[in-house]
């Protein structure tokens, strides 16, 4: 079992930046795939950034170029620095983890969530 503890969120006005930070428990970390998701009110949840184990990157169209997804392994965490943030970032930012494992059995991992405002 894996826990997953998000920081950093909080109210922000337009422009400004946040860094998210995601803990995770056990001592496999740098082989989880981890993501950043979010969760708007009366929204699904979307995929914002993530990062494999060999450290490649991928971020939704809507947050490229002001959104940096980061890991480091020796600590167990992933980080979601962002930046140039809009209203429309307003969401529940959560953690994810997935672990696959040789067998193809996928174990998935989420974190609690941390709120993000972006507001004036």
């Known amino acids: 079992q894996v826990q997953l503890v998000e920081s950093g969120g909080g109210l922000v006005q337009p422009g400004g930046s946040l860094r998210l930070s995601c803990a995770a428990s056990?001592?496999?970390?740098?082989?989880?795939?981890m993501g950043w998701y979010r969760q708007a009110p009366g929204k699904q949840r979307e995929l914002v950034a993530s990062?494999?184990?060999?450290?490649?990157?991928n971020y939704a169209d809507s947050v490229k170029g002001r959104f940096t997804i980061s890991r480091d392994n020796a600590k167990n965490t992933v980080y979601l620095q962002m930046s140039s943030l809009k209203p429309e970032d307003t969401a529940v930012y959560y953690c994810?983890?997935?672990?696959?494992?040789?067998?193809?059995?996928?174990?998935?991992?989420w974190g609690q969530g941390t709120q993000v405002t972006v507001s004036s």
């Open positions: 990062i494999s184990s060999g450290g490649v990157t």
């Open positions: 056990g001592s496999i970390f740098s082989r989880y795939f």
């Open positions: 994810n983890a997935d672990d696959l494992l040789s067998d193809k059995t996928l174990y998935r991992y």
